[in-house]
């Protein structure tokens, strides 16, 4: 057996008949597999699609139950309201300027105003009555009724300055947000106006991209989108989108936007300086804060970090000394 596999592999007729039909099958194989084979890119492209599609069907029918059972523009709730317009808290309570803190803070909308007021009425009173209740019923520490008295007007005043300090911090949260964002929302921004798009398209994608980053800044975007399609005067929707947001970045280029709606300068090199002063303002807050760590952690270090290592440095020294065992 083993004879006659040598005698086939030495004779040169059996291996030359044998690389033709290995020849000829590679050869039928490379013209046959191409056409065997389907189109799996539109094949996956249909597939695609068809996710997509049912995709969106899923959002819709989610969107259309949360409609059923929310209401895009909230009711203030009756008992609030009430008593807002009992005291006519608008008038004394509700400034000017609260009115912007809440718009800056994000709260929109009649329910966030009367809700605002009622706690700049309820929370001080609270206070009032809470130290009060304390001082008198629980622990007057040995003060005096002047002195009691005293403190709970303090607990009062506590209690007016309290919404203000809550607006104030949700100001400083939501502006952090989109301070870091803003630069790279300018560069979609600026990517968006040169390849063509109109500036609402240009902030409706923006918005839809910078939400990732920064869902406040997607919000005034989005909003901005909504005012320039309805107000008249599209030098409106600008303004109030610096006045919303209160950051200077934001200002200047709803100035640059409003100088290319009035006068038809090109708004890309000027979209291209902001948001390279915006990067720069970035890095400049970054680099500020890194050099404030160490006066920061002069008097950390000093209370823990010092007391520990004249331990570890002199115990050793005091055994010796005292002998220890």
Same mark, same amino acid.
């Given at each position: 057996?083993?004879?006659?596999?040598?005698?086939?592999?030495?004779?040169?007729?059996?291996?030359?008949?044998?690389?033709?039909?290995?020849?000829?099958? %590679?050869?039928?194989?490379? +013209?046959?597999?191409?056409?065997?084979?389907?189109?799996?890119?539109?094949?996956?492209?249909?597939? =695609? %699609?068809?996710?997509?599609?049912?995709?969106?069907?899923?959002?819709?029918?989610?969107?259309?139950?949360?409609?059923?059972?929310?209401?895009?523009?909230?009711?203030?709730?009756?008992?609030?309201?009430?008593?807002?317009?009992? #005291?006519?808290?608008?008038?004394?309570?509700?400034?000017?300027?609260?009115?912007?803190?809440?718009? @800056?803070?994000?709260?929109?909308?009649?329910?966030?105003?009367?809700?605002?007021?009622?706690?700049?009425?309820? &929370?001080?009173?609270? #206070?009032?009555?809470?130290?009060?209740?304390?001082?008198?019923?629980?622990?007057?520490?040995?003060?005096?009724?002047?002195?009691?008295?005293?403190?709970?007007?303090?607990?009062?005043?506590?209690?007016?300055?309290?919404?203000?300090?809550?607006?104030?911090?949700?100001?400083?949260?939501?502006?952090?947000?989109?301070?870091?964002?803003?630069?790279?929302?300018?560069?979609?921004?600026?990517?968006?106006?040169?390849?063509?798009?109109?500036?609402?398209?240009?902030?409706?994608? =923006?918005?839809?991209?910078?939400?990732?980053?920064? =869902? /406040?800044?997607?919000?005034? #975007?989005?909003?901005?989108?909504?005012?320039?399609?309805?107000?008249?005067?599209?030098?409106?929707?600008?303004?109030?989108?610096? @006045?919303?947001?209160?950051?200077?970045?934001?200002?200047?280029?709803?100035?640059?936007?409003?100088?290319?709606?009035?006068?038809?300068?090109?708004?890309?090199?000027?979209?291209?300086?902001?948001?390279?002063?915006?990067?720069?303002?970035?890095?400049?807050?970054?680099?500020?804060?890194?050099?404030?760590? /160490?006066?920061?952690?002069? &008097?950390?270090?000093?209370?823990?970090?010092?007391?520990?290592?004249?331990?570890?440095? @002199?115990?050793?020294?005091? +055994?010796? &000394?005292?002998?220890?065992?």
């Amino acid at each position: 057996m083993i004879s006659q596999i040598v005698d086939r592999l030495t004779d040169p007729q059996f291996m030359l008949a044998l690389l033709a039909a290995v020849a000829a099958a %590679a050869t039928v194989l490379t +013209v046959a597999i191409p056409l065997t084979e389907g189109n799996t890119l539109q094949k996956r492209m249909k597939n =695609v %699609a068809t996710e997509r599609e049912k995709i969106r069907a899923r959002e819709r029918e989610r969107l259309n139950r949360q409609n059923e059972r929310v209401s895009l523009r909230q009711e203030p709730k009756a008992y609030m309201r009430r008593i807002v317009e009992q #005291f006519k808290l608008g008038d004394w309570l509700g400034t000017e300027s609260a009115r912007r803190q809440l718009t @800056m803070a994000g709260y929109r909308g009649p329910q966030s105003e009367i809700t605002f007021l009622f706690f700049r009425l309820a &929370v001080p009173v609270g #206070f009032f009555l809470f130290a009060l209740f304390y001082l008198f019923l629980i622990n007057g520490f040995g003060q005096s009724l002047p002195m009691k008295i005293a403190i709970a007007i303090g607990g009062a005043y506590l209690g007016i300055k309290a919404p203000e300090v809550f607006l104030s911090n949700q100001i400083s949260k939501r502006q952090l947000s989109m301070r870091l964002a803003f630069p790279d929302a300018l560069d979609l921004l600026l990517i968006c106006v040169e390849s063509g798009m109109s500036i609402e398209q240009a902030f409706r994608k =923006v918005a839809n991209e910078i939400g990732g980053q920064s =869902v /406040p800044l997607a919000e005034e #975007f989005a909003l901005c989108t909504a005012e320039l399609s309805y107000l008249t005067d599209r030098r409106i929707a600008y303004e109030n989108l610096a @006045m919303r947001t209160g950051l200077e970045g934001v200002k200047s280029v709803s100035t640059a936007l409003i100088q290319a709606e009035r006068y038809g300068t090109p708004l890309g090199t000027a979209l291209r300086t902001l948001a390279q002063e915006s990067r720069d303002q970035r890095m400049n807050a970054a680099e500020k804060k890194a050099a404030s760590l /160490p006066p920061k952690l002069t &008097v950390p270090m000093i209370l823990f970090f010092l007391p520990v290592l004249f331990v570890i440095i @002199m115990f050793p020294a005091l +055994v010796q &000394v005292f002998g220890w065992k």
